[in-house]
T-cell receptor
Framework: KAGVTQTPRYLIKTRGQQVTLSCSPI?????VSWYQQTPGQGLQFLFE???????NKGNFPGRFSGRQFSNSRSEMNVSTLELGDSALYLC?????????????????FGEGSRLTVL | AQSVTQLGSHVSVSEGALVLLRCNYS??????LFWYVQYPNQGLQLLLK??????LVKGINGFEAEFKKSETSFHLTKPSAHMSDAAEYFC????????????FGKGTRLHILP
């Protein structure tokens, strides 16, 4: 069974540009969560999508957005990039909503997309 | 809202020594608790999880954790450290029966000394 696939793995952008990251979940998983990982801050929750609907959102500015397609693949977009957006962006999939009882919350992570903003 | 605190951003232990990584949580309802491990240049993978069955949970690679409600703790231990255990470890919490997100601690980087 293929794992979670994130593309691209590495990318470099300049301030003011925008970026789109892609995540393909494990087959059969309907939930995709996105996290931003930076040194010292750990993993910060961006948002979660389930059945093409955003179900949870973290405390990030509106420049960060996402969507989910009918095949459960997800994209996240960051517009007007800032230096502080440099980070590893992790996608995780789960069978159901990440925090729900039936699912017990296990997340399966991709290897991440490392974004560097110059 | 739930939260997680991991004591110590870096922990060093000698090979063969006991590993103890500390995690305290805050949750308004009985939580689900998790430990994840991240090896260099990889995503996170689940080590173990507590979902209200036995309070002592055994995971992969010889790790285990004990849920202590009175102390709101879920510390991770391994009796004998191995060089391959060098990685970053994350404690995470989610509220049961709620449509809520999983919150991660800031992580503890484990260094193994030869």
């Amino acid at each position: 069974k293929a794992g979670v696939t994130q593309t691209p793995r590495y990318l470099i952008k300049t301030r003011g540009q925008q970026v789109t990251l892609s995540c393909s979940p494990i087959s059969g998983h309907r939930s995709v969560s996105w996290y931003q990982q930076t040194p010292g801050q750990g993993l910060q929750f961006l948002f979660e999508y389930f059945s093409e609907t955003q179900r949870n959102k973290g405390n990030f500015p509106g420049r960060f957005s996402g969507r989910q397609f009918s095949n459960s693949r997800s994209e996240m977009n960051v517009s007007t990039l800032e230096l502080g957006d440099s980070a590893l962006y992790l996608c995780a999939s789960s069978l159901g909503l990440a925090g729900r009882h039936l699912n017990t919350g296990e997340l399966f992570f991709g290897e991440g997309s490392r974004l560097t903003v110059l | 809202a739930q939260s997680v605190t991991q004591l110590g951003s870096h922990v060093s232990v000698s090979e063969g020594a006991l590993v103890l990584l500390r995690c305290n949580y805050s949750s308004s309802v009985p939580p689900y608790l998790f430990w994840y491990v991240q090896y260099p240049n990889q995503g996170l993978q689940l080590l173990l999880k507590y979902t209200s069955a036995a309070t002592l949970v055994k995971g992969i690679n010889g790790f285990e954790a004990e849920f202590k409600k009175s102390e709101t703790s879920f510390h991770l231990t391994k009796p004998s450290a191995h060089m391959s255990d060098a990685a970053e470890y994350f404690c995470a919490v989610s509220d049961r029966n709620r449509d809520d997100k999983i919150i991660f601690g800031k992580g503890t980087r484990l260094h193994i000394l030869p």
